[in-house]
């Protein structure tokens, strides 16, 4: 009988960590996408037309950050050749230099995954992960700054592993 009620306290445990974990995740929907993020960012109203969700939180003494942009897709495309632009175009804007290129999946679709590191004079040393894809004639950014990108690794994870682009 003490078996039992062991087991039966074992099984509500578990029960009450799942609700726990999943009372920790806001939701984001929009037309476009739709994605869980921890509960510790808070959503900033986007600034501009393919800016489509821009959120950060508080790390210690500084902040991180991300933001997604949903472009249209042109019929010129070709996520390996824009890739290559795209990697040059960020490494020159953010004045950085590539830490790694891998690609991944996100939604069922090849992305890459771009990290870079940024020595800023004004804003000091940043790393920022890009990732990068095209699904449903459009071109998806992700992007996620802070000045260890180690410190949100678990964030990250979890936004790309329930991002889905509709």
Not at 66 to 77: A, K
Not at 103 to 132: C, F, M, W
Request: hydrophobic content about 35%; aromatic content about 10%; charged content about 20%.
């Amino acid at each position: 009988m003490e078996l039992f009620g062991i087991i039966i306290s074992i099984i509500l445990i578990i029960i009450s960590l799942g609700t726990i974990s999943s009372v920790n995740l806001q939701h984001f929907d929009s037309t476009d996408i739709s994605f869980d993020y921890p509960n510790e960012w808070y959503s900033i109203s986007p600034n501009g037309t393919e800016q489509v969700f821009f959120a950060e939180k508080q790390l210690y003494s500084n902040r991180a950050s991300c933001v997604i942009g949903v472009m249209p897709l042109s019929p010129r495309n070709d996520l390996d050749n824009e890739s290559i632009t795209y990697e040059q175009n960020e490494i020159n804007y953010w004045n950085a230099t590539r830490k790694s290129l891998d690609i991944v999946t996100v939604d069922g679709q090849r992305a890459y995954k771009l990290i870079l590191d940024e020595n800023n004079p004004k804003t000091g040393h940043i790393q920022i992960e890009s990732i990068r894809f095209y699904k449903n004639n459009k071109s998806i950014v992700i992007k996620f700054e802070s000045t260890n990108i180690n410190d949100i690794q678990k964030d990250i994870d979890l936004i790309i592993r329930n991002f889905h682009v509709k």
